[in-house]
């Protein structure tokens, strides 16, 4: 079983950053693709970025290409959204995921990650 647990949200400013966290549970944490999703209210929830177990590769939706940027610390089984220049429409639940299945790229379809957290709200104020 894995568990997920998302901290670091909160309120900021447009074209200010916040930085979030998830720590996971795990034995096997490091064969783990780690994504970040989003869902505003009243829309679906989105793919936001990714990042492969093997290689640290990663990929980004065009929305946050440029500005956002997913990294992973194995040792300590924590993954990080850096996000920078957040604009209103950022605004949502941001939810980390976890796919065990140690597939060669990462999916930007929440329904290839088996585990979630709660979500942690990011709200940006105009």
């Known amino acids: 079983q894995v568990q997920l647990v998302e901290s670091g949200g909160g309120l900021v400013q447009t074209g200010g950053s916040l930085r979030l966290s998830c720590a996971a549970s795990g034995r096997t944490f490091s064969g783990y693709t780690m994504g970040w999703f989003r869902q505003a209210p009243g829309k679906e929830r989105e793919f936001v970025a990714a990042?492969?177990?093997?290689?640290?590769?990663?990929g980004y939706a065009d929305s946050v290409k440029g500005r956002f940027t997913i990294s992973r610390e194995n040792a300590g089984k924590m993954v990080y959204l850096q996000m920078n220049g957040l604009k209103p429409e950022d605004t949502a639940v941001y939810y980390c995921?976890?796919?065990?299945?140690?597939?060669?790229?990462?999916?930007?379809?929440?329904?290839?990650?088996?585990?979630w957290g709660q979500g942690t709200q990011v709200t940006v104020s105009s």
């Open positions: 990042i492969s177990w093997i290689g640290g590769r990663s």
């Open positions: 995921a976890a796919d065990p299945k140690r597939t060669l790229i990462w999916s930007t379809f929440s329904s290839a990650y088996d585990y």
